[in-house]
């Protein structure tokens, strides 16, 4: 009796090249993903008056309690970055309705959070 004896290659190149290149690609994606989070970090770590600009002085100097109506009707003609580029303060806070804000911190807070959205 003969028997056919069938070899299967231990290392199948088609099936290791799928995994290389998705095993690449993991990798890859990482990256990117550390790379936004990276930026993320740092556009967070800048300082408010960076952020903020001359908007940061006037929030400073500002009496609170204030409501967001009074913020827009005394600076709302303030430029701020935003993700898609510059606005006016004005422009930032029109999603929202009218808020009490007790200190220069507490408006701060409320515009970087509009603004980072």
Do not use: C, F, W
Not at 23 to 37: I, L, Y
Not at 72 to 96: H, I, N, R
Not at 98 to 104: E, G, R
């Amino acid at each position: 009796m003969d028997h056919l004896v069938e070899t299967v290659p231990e290392n199948n190149p088609g099936r290791d090249e799928n995994g290389d290149e998705e095993n690449g690609r993991q990798p890859e994606r990482k990256q990117e993903e550390e790379r936004d989070r990276a930026h993320e970090d740092r556009a967070m770590t800048d300082g408010p008056d960076e952020r903020l600009g001359d908007l940061d002085d006037a929030l400073e100097n500002q009496d609170y309690p204030t409501t967001t109506d009074e913020l827009v009707a005394a600076y709302g003609d303030y430029e701020v970055e935003a993700q898609g580029g510059t606005k006016s303060l004005e422009k930032v806070l029109a999603p929202t309705d009218n808020q009490t804000y007790d200190s220069a911190d507490d408006a701060r807070s409320r515009i970087l959070g509009l603004i980072h959205r």
